[in-house]
């Protein structure tokens, strides 16, 4: 799965979260949150809507053993911050690995998803998702399959927007069918939405 990358012309690691009550996280700049009245130290990630002209979206699929959701997710392609990265650079880094798309800006940042769950040194992660519009290209990862793999990635694809609505696949976010419905007929959000557990 080796191949060159896409330039985009302009913008505009999983685990299965638990499901925190709604609105019982509290946002600090940190990453250092309040969820029942403890601090939680989440990984700060940064991922990518990618939409082509006709709305369609790429998402990557992930799966692993013990995932507990059956033929696993599709999710934005993206992942964590790692320490002195921007998120523009985090974007820019893992773009090019997972789908071979090389950008120059961060677009807008369209919804915030808090997920509390099992994550090594994490009590879970902070996924920041912003907008990216490009023409339709074919993924062309500089990751190997291998490398892929081991980073529980099992195929990238575009999907239409019929293909989503017919709610086919499991989305994560879950309610990934009705934020894009939402983009399509409101345009981008002034301020992202908030969203909660998967």
């Not at 033929?71 to 523009?88: H, I």
């Not at 369209?110 to 996924?127: A, H, P, R, S, Y």
């Not at 990862?141 to 499991?170: C, D, M, Y």
Request: net charge negative; glycine share 14%; proline share 8%.
């Amino acid at each position: 799965m080796l191949g060159g990358s896409h330039a985009v012309q302009s913008m505009h690691a999983h685990r299965h979260p638990a499901r925190p009550p709604k609105g019982s996280a509290r946002s600090h700049p940190s990453g250092i949150r309040q969820y029942g009245g403890m601090p939680l130290h989440l990984r700060e990630s940064v991922r990518a809507l990618v939409l082509d002209p006709d709305d369609s979206v790429l998402l990557v699929h992930f799966d692993w053993p013990g995932l507990g959701i059956s033929g696993g997710f599709w999710a934005t392609p993206g992942g964590g911050v790692e320490p002195g990265e921007t998120r523009l650079e985090a974007l820019q880094r893992e773009l090019r690995e997972e789908i071979g798309l090389e950008i120059g800006t961060l677009g807008p940042e369209v919804w915030t998803l808090n997920g509390v769950f099992e994550m090594g040194e994490w009590d879970g992660q902070i996924d920041h998702v912003h907008l990216c519009r490009t023409d339709h290209f074919e993924p062309s990862p500089s990751f190997s399959a291998a490398q892929l793999k081991a980073e529980n990635v099992h195929e990238i694809r575009w999907w239409s927007t019929e293909e989503i609505e017919s709610g086919a696949a499991t989305f994560g976010p879950a309610r990934l069918p009705g934020i894009l419905r939402e983009l399509r007929e409101g345009g981008t959000p002034e301020t992202p939405v908030i969203l909660d557990g998967f």
